[in-house]
């Protein structure tokens, strides 16, 4: 806090110093201290027992372990720019130049980012348990290049925690090899063939893909009035869903289950309508296939219409790629895969990400600076 303050009179010059000021204007000016990289140096002393003739050597203490090299908020500010932000090696190498004056190499960032992966390999552990435990999952695929071939990167999302994985395959297998034994209640994605075949009792299909679906028949031809009527039946169900998770929602538990009686009553009306367009043909086949997958929401108070959240996840991945091309090495893949599991577990958690890098890499050092 810097006082200004008056001293004098600017028009006959008297002494204002001693009176109190009738109002203090305050402002306030946001700015960054000098951020500075810090070395510690041990010194570990050796000793020869002169009655025994062994030797000994202290022990160093824990976070300064003779094969670190970088502290962990160093390592983290590294990770939080590589997987978080897509910058390349290149253009961290000149970020810490210019903003901290720090000088490391292409390979030492390389170094930190493959310790990194193998401490997030435990933690995106434990966050694929608790996700193929949950009953309710979200799931979504897209493509990935890993040393010049096509891979995919899959995601599986619950309420509190997400997994990431990318492996070469997009079929069905890559789900039962997560799940195991596990089964889910309820299982939210897209209509492809593979997520059809998750190990689950119920399924959701992702209600914004079908409404996308229904408006591109509208938009060719808006006198269709099939389409037009199943899209609204779509957001009236979505809009019923809503108002009854609302907290002051004044809708009756009674009236909320009449209107999921009508509501599918008059899609099943709907789905038995003689068509004559291709288009709308090829949609009511589809949702006569998963008539028992559309509805599904209303049913589960949890269970969310679309798949949004599962796209959200996984569009950091589809910007990686286009950034930086893909990854050059399998350990690569999987330490972004595992790194992204912790990073987006921890942001819908609501905890920092940067905090959660940090906690990763180990014990602080910065405390050794004043002990």
Same mark, same amino acid.
């Given at each position: 806090?810097?006082?200004?303050?008056?001293?004098?009179?600017?028009?006959?010059?008297?002494d204002?110093?001693?009176?109190? *000021?009738?109002?203090?204007?305050?402002?306030?000016i946001?700015?960054?201290?000098?951020?500075? *990289?810090?070395?510690?140096?041990?010194?570990?002393?050796? !000793?020869?027992?002169?009655h025994?003739? *062994? =030797?000994?050597?202290s022990?160093?203490?824990?976070? =300064?372990?003779?094969?670190?090299?970088?502290?962990?908020?160093?390592?983290? $500010?590294?990770?939080?720019?590589?997987?978080?932000?897509?910058?390349?090696?290149?253009?961290?190498?000149?970020?810490?130049?210019?903003? #901290?004056?720090?000088?490391?190499?292409?390979? /030492?960032?390389?170094?930190?980012?493959?310790?990194?992966?193998?401490l997030?390999?435990?933690?995106?552990a434990?966050?694929?348990?608790?996700?193929?435990?949950? *009953?309710?999952?979200?799931?979504?695929?897209? $493509?990935?290049?890993? !040393?010049?071939?096509?891979?995919?990167?899959?995601?599986f999302?619950?309420?509190?925690?997400?997994?990431?994985?990318?492996?070469?395959?997009?079929?069905a297998?890559?789900i039962?090899?997560? +799940? /195991?034994?596990?089964?889910?209640?309820?299982?939210?994605?897209?209509? #492809? $063939?593979?997520?059809? !075949?998750?190990?689950?009792?119920?399924?959701?299909?992702?209600?914004?893909?079908? =409404?996308?679906? =229904? !408006?591109?028949?509208?938009?060719?031809?808006?006198?269709?009035?099939?389409?037009?009527?199943?899209?609204?039946?779509?957001?009236?169900? %979505?809009?019923?869903?809503?108002? +009854? %998770?609302?907290?002051?929602?004044?809708?009756?538990?009674?009236?909320?289950?009449?209107?999921?009686?009508?509501?599918?009553?008059?899609?099943?009306?709907?789905?038995?309508?003689?068509?004559?367009? $291709?288009?709308?043909?090829r949609?009511?086949?589809?949702?006569?296939?998963?008539?028992?997958?559309?509805?599904?929401?209303?049913?589960?108070?949890?269970?969310?219409?679309?798949?949004n959240?599962?796209?959200?996840?996984?569009?950091?991945s589809?910007?990686?790629?286009?950034?930086?091309?893909? #990854?050059r090495?399998?350990? /690569?893949?999987?330490?972004?895969?595992?790194?992204?599991?912790?990073?987006?577990?921890?942001?819908?958690?609501?905890?920092?990400? #940067?905090?959660?890098?940090?906690?990763? +890499? /180990?014990?602080?050092?910065?405390?050794?600076?004043?002990?």
């Amino acid at each position: 806090m810097i006082p200004i303050g008056v001293n004098q009179c600017e028009s006959c010059h008297h002494d204002l110093s001693g009176i109190e *000021p009738s109002k203090v204007i305050r402002r306030q000016i946001t700015e960054l201290s000098r951020i500075e *990289p810090v070395v510690l140096e041990t010194r570990q002393a050796e !000793k020869v027992c002169p009655h025994c003739q *062994p =030797l000994n050597r202290s022990a160093l203490p824990e976070g =300064l372990e003779a094969d670190r090299y970088f502290g962990p908020r160093l390592e983290a $500010s590294i990770v939080f720019l590589k997987h978080q932000n897509h910058f390349s090696y290149e253009r961290i190498v000149l970020t810490l130049r210019e903003l #901290f004056g720090l000088k490391i190499s292409e390979g /030492g960032i390389a170094a930190i980012i493959a310790r990194a992966g193998k401490l997030a390999a435990d933690c995106a552990a434990e966050i694929r348990q608790a996700v193929t435990s949950s *009953p309710i999952i979200q799931s979504d695929e897209t $493509s990935a290049r890993v !040393k010049g071939q096509n891979h995919w990167h899959w995601v599986f999302l619950t309420q509190s925690a997400v997994y990431h994985q990318i492996v070469p395959r997009r079929n069905a297998k890559v789900i039962l090899d997560l +799940m /195991g034994q596990e089964r889910a209640d309820v299982w939210v994605s897209d209509c #492809f $063939s593979a997520q059809m !075949k998750a190990p689950a009792k119920n399924f959701q299909l992702c209600i914004q893909h079908q =409404l996308r679906d =229904l !408006k591109r028949v509208i938009d060719r031809d808006p006198g269709l009035l099939w389409a037009t009527r199943v899209r609204e039946l779509f957001r009236e169900a %979505i809009h019923l869903k809503n108002r +009854m %998770i609302r907290p002051s929602s004044d809708l009756t538990l009674t009236g909320f289950h009449r209107r999921v009686t009508q509501i599918g009553n008059r899609l099943d009306r709907l789905l038995e309508c003689q068509l004559t367009d $291709s288009d709308e043909k090829r949609l009511q086949n589809r949702f006569q296939t998963h008539r028992e997958k559309l509805l599904t929401f209303l049913d589960y108070p949890d269970v969310p219409p679309t798949n949004n959240a599962s796209e959200q996840a996984i569009r950091t991945s589809v910007i990686h790629r286009k950034v930086t091309n893909g #990854f050059r090495s399998d350990w /690569g893949a999987k330490a972004y895969a595992d790194l992204l599991s912790v990073i987006s577990t921890s942001k819908i958690k609501g905890e920092r990400v #940067f905090t959660t890098l940090i906690n990763m +890499m /180990g014990p602080e050092v910065l405390p050794y600076l004043h002990s």
